[in-house]
Structure formats: structure tokens, C-alpha cells
């Protein structure tokens, strides 16, 4: 994995270094240098009350099965019906992703596009709510005869499923910040009981930052795969062109060392959902030492989920929880 450092000491050293070195300037590169911490401890937001952390990503104090779409490998992913499998099976929480339709609406869905779970085509942003509705999710399903008349949820339809069951809540913010915040914000409101049950992630820092200056009390949580940037989720690239491809590395290396050295401080953040290849113990210990805890995605088979259980005691994303499967990207 990418070195994470040993905090903003380190970070800000080794700026110090590469500004004197580039610059020759001692001047210009303290300047800079202080100019950067001035700004993390002007701007920086803290995280939510540990106590409201702890019910969320440890509740009954231990480490949490959190079915990810709902348990996309047992039932059709983001749909109520994934929601009831994933209590059925004895998940502790539901990872849900919110989108929005093209007249607005909050709705659960993964892609930009629905061509992948229904059996409609278009975009997202090209889609009304109505025209949504008349899709079925449980189309392209492997278990789809098993969940027939289901229809894409509202988020809220989704709050409402999980809170039945009391399912903690990961809602994944795919884009639209202000928008999602917005939505978001309505919900907290209307149900202050998400306060202690839900944590709101996404890849997209300035999400996170934006929910947590619009509502301090709620738990956030950033989400990242070391280069997602160049690479798709099974490993394949994601530009043809040369150029683009090792620009886009090189942006990952850059994102990789700004999320671990300060954005986690500067968003005020209480856990790192990160892709389970780059977890290890020291990587839980270090975040643990800086309360921060980790989440791991996605967790697929017995024995790995047995080893995050028993062994790094940490919670984790499965696709499923009654059987071994492949990752769902």
C-alpha cells in the first residue's frame, strides 16, 4: 500500500523539505509550510462525539456485518427487499447508495446508469422518478424469480425499511454534495434516531465535508481504494491512452497521501471505509490510535471475515452473509 506517514508532522516536515529543496528558499518554504497548518487549524472540523461514533461503527461493542448495497450476492442490491434479506441473515447494518433522478428525488441506486441492475436503459440524470418507478430492480438479479414487483426505492422508503429492522445505516453519497446534504439533512430532522445508527461516507471529501459543517452531530466516514482513480475495481485500467493512464496514477498517489496525512482531520471524520487488499493490523492500529476506525470492503469469504472478527476485531462490507462470493463493483 501507498505509505500512509506518521501523521501531520511528517507530512508537514516532508513539505518543509520539498519546498526548501525546490525553492532554495528557507523563508518561502516556512512561510508556505505554516501558511498549510494555518489553514488545516482554521478550517478543520471535528469529528462527531466519540459516544455517537462508538453506537454507529461498534454497536453492542463489537465489530459489525454491515451488508453492502444490502447484500447484493443474496438479494437484488438497493432494494427493500435487500434490506429485509440482510436482517433475515443477521447482518448488524446496510451499506445504501443514494442517487438522485432527474426531477430530484433521493432514490437508492449504484451506477449512473440502470442498464446494470433493471431491466431499463439511460441515465440517472435523464430519468424521472415516475420513469424509474417502472423499472425492476430485481431484472438482471441471479435470485430475480425469488423478488418479484420490486420497484427502485426512495431513500427514504430505504430509512424507513432499515429502522424497522434496526439496521445501522451507511449511506454512500455517490456525488450531488449539496444536493445529498440537503436530502440528507431532512432526514436527520425528521428522523433524529439516525444520529445514533447511520454514518455518512463517501469517496468524495468535499461530501464529507459539507455534511459535517451541516450537521455536526452526524458520523462521517471517508471511502477510499488506493488507485480508484486509475483503475477500475477489479484491477483493469481505466484510460487506453498512456498519458492519461499515469496521470491519473499519479493523481491517485497524490489523493492517496493528502487523505491519510490531513483531509481525514480537515472533514472531521470517524472512520476509513478502505478496500480490504490494503488493510493489515498496524494499518488498524494506526487509525485506532488517532480514533479513527476501520472499515474494510469488501469482505467475501469465511475465513476472511472470521479473520477480521477474531483477529483484527474490525468491522466490515460483505456482499453476502450466508455464503462465499466474487466482489461486486
Request: net charge negative; charged share 20%; with cysteine.
Amino acid at each position: 500500500m501507498l505509505c500512509y506517514g506518521e501523521g501531520l508532522l511528517s507530512s508537514l516536515t516532508a513539505l518543509l523539505g520539498t519546498v526548501l529543496a525546490l525553492s532554495r528558499s528557507p523563508a518561502l518554504a516556512c512561510l508556505l509550510t505554516a501558511g498549510l497548518y494555518l489553514a488545516l487549524h482554521l478550517f478543520s472540523l471535528e469529528p462527531a462525539a466519540p459516544q455517537s461514533a462508538q453506537r454507529v461503527l461498534r454497536p453492542r461493542g463489537a465489530a459489525a456485518r454491515i451488508a453492502h448495497r444490502g447484500g447484493a450476492h443474496d438479494a437484488p442490491e438497493n432494494t427493500l427487499a435487500a434490506i429485509r434479506q440482510a436482517a433475515e441473515n443477521g447482518a448488524t447494518g446496510v451499506e445504501l447508495d443514494l442517487e438522485f433522478t432527474a426531477d430530484g428525488v433521493p432514490i437508492l441506486m449504484h451506477d449512473e446508469t440502470v442498464e446494470r441492475t433493471t431491466d431499463g436503459s439511460g441515465r440517472l440524470c435523464d430519468l424521472t422518478y415516475d420513469e424509474i418507478r417502472r423499472l425492476n430492480p430485481s431484472a438482471k438479479h441471479r435470485l430475480w424469480s425469488k423478488f418479484q414487483g420490486e420497484k427502485v426505492p426512495t431513500l427514504r422508503e430505504a430509512v424507513v425499511e432499515s429502522m424497522h429492522h434496526n439496521l445501522i445505516i451507511y449511506f454512500d453519497v455517490k456525488g450531488h454534495a449539496n444536493q445529498a446534504v440537503d436530502a440528507l439533512k431532512q432526514l436527520y430532522l425528521e428522523f433524529p434516531r439516525l444520529y445514533n445508527s447511520s454514518v455518512v461516507c463517501s469517496f468524495m471529501p468535499d461530501v464529507v465535508y459539507k455534511m459535517r459543517q451541516a450537521d455536526t452531530n452526524v458520523v462521517t466516514a471517508l471511502t477510499h481504494r488506493p488507485w480508484h482513480l486509475s483503475h477500475f475495481g477489479d484491477g483493469t485500467p481505466r484510460f487506453t491512452s498512456s498519458w492519461k493512464h499515469y496521470l491519473y496514477m499519479m493523481m491517485d498517489v497524490i489523493l492517496d497521501w493528502c487523505l491519510h496525512s490531513f483531509l481525514w482531520r480537515l472533514c472531521g471524520v470517524s472512520a476509513f471505509l478502505i478496500q480490504k487488499n490494503f488493510v493489515s493490523q498496524d494499518y488498524v492500529r494506526h487509525w485506532s490510535s488517532r480514533g479513527i476506525q476501520v472499515v474494510a470492503w469488501t469482505v467475501n469469504t469465511f475465513a476472511e471475515k472470521s479473520y477480521y472478527e477474531s483477529v483484527l476485531d474490525s468491522s466490515y462490507i460483505t456482499d453476502s452473509l450466508v455464503e462465499d462470493c466474487d466482489p461486486h463493483y
